[in-house]
């Protein structure tokens, strides 16, 4: 029926073109952005997957500084302790030397001098072993825990090691100790072989203890990578599959143009039935 009201074909026309339009709006959006999924009006139920993922992933980003700020600050504490432990080498030395009866006062003096000096380095090496405002090896220091999950429910932690004068691991050597007489000296010897016994034992405790941070580290990275990966799958567009997409859209706009072209001149032949 030809009518000069209603143009049935136009309205079909119209309706596949505003169809196409909204097709290549989308595939143009996709090339633009990289994404299949870029919000949630594109697909509510995958955006929804992606931010939870995408939420996990700066969750572990924050665990991966934790830990490596954890690292460093047991690296930090086992370089002063490897220190302190060559220093206790040296001390012991200075004592069995002053110890040795057969020397003379002069000579018991200047080794008391050095083993002194060694002693109060020790102590400045503690109170220099800071990372980031944070020692381990100070008296009382406090332990140090690192994130080890996204959520903040899971923890390491790496015991303190008291290496200062008199503590706990040196509590045979204490900020006055000194080798001045031979019988003080033969006493030092055994309090310096203990203290660096212990000081060693808190070495290898700190050790242990930055390999859990590298090797929580090492799985953090790579379950990061492996949900960006996984974010990727679901929200990423396939660029090939877009371009060829927007090629044949591109066509398909032209032909309905022509098409609703057509539709809109047919009401014009009724003219002819008046002629």
Request: no cysteine; aromatic share 4%.
């Amino acid at each position: 029926m030809l009518s000069v009201n209603t143009n049935t074909g136009a309205m079909i026309a119209l309706q596949y073109l505003n169809t196409t339009q909204g097709q290549m709006s989308q595939t143009q959006s996709a090339i633009s952005t990289g994404l299949k999924v870029a919000s949630a009006k594109d697909d509510g139920a995958t955006y929804a997957i992606a931010q939870n993922m995408r939420g996990d992933v700066a969750g572990y980003q924050s665990v991966s500084d934790s830990l490596n700020r954890g690292i460093s600050a047991v690296d930090t504490a086992m370089s002063a302790g490897q220190s302190i432990s060559d220093l206790l080498i040296q001390m012991k030395a200075k004592a069995l030397s002053a110890a040795d009866k057969s020397i003379d006062t002069a000579s018991r003096a200047a080794l008391n001098n050095d083993f002194t000096a060694l002693r109060d380095q020790i102590q400045s090496i503690v109170d220099n072993a800071s990372f980031n405002g944070f020692n381990l090896i100070k008296s009382s220091a406090s332990d140090i825990t690192a994130l080890a999950s996204s959520d903040g429910s899971k923890k390491i932690t790496v015991a303190a090691q008291d290496l200062s004068l008199g503590g706990t691991n040196m509590s045979g050597i204490g900020s006055t100790g000194n080798v001045s007489s031979q019988t003080s000296a033969s006493s030092m010897v055994a309090s310096v072989q203990t203290a660096l016994t212990n000081v060693n034992k808190a070495l290898a405790s700190l050790s242990s203890g930055a390999k859990k941070y590298s090797i929580q580290l090492d799985f953090t990275s790579k379950l990061s990578d492996t949900l960006t990966s996984g974010i990727g799958n679901l929200v990423d567009a396939d660029m090939a599959e877009e371009s060829a997409k927007l090629t044949a859209l591109q066509t398909k706009q032209q032909l309905g143009v022509q098409a609703l072209s057509i539709a809109n001149s047919s009401p014009s032949t009724i003219l002819s039935l008046f002629q």
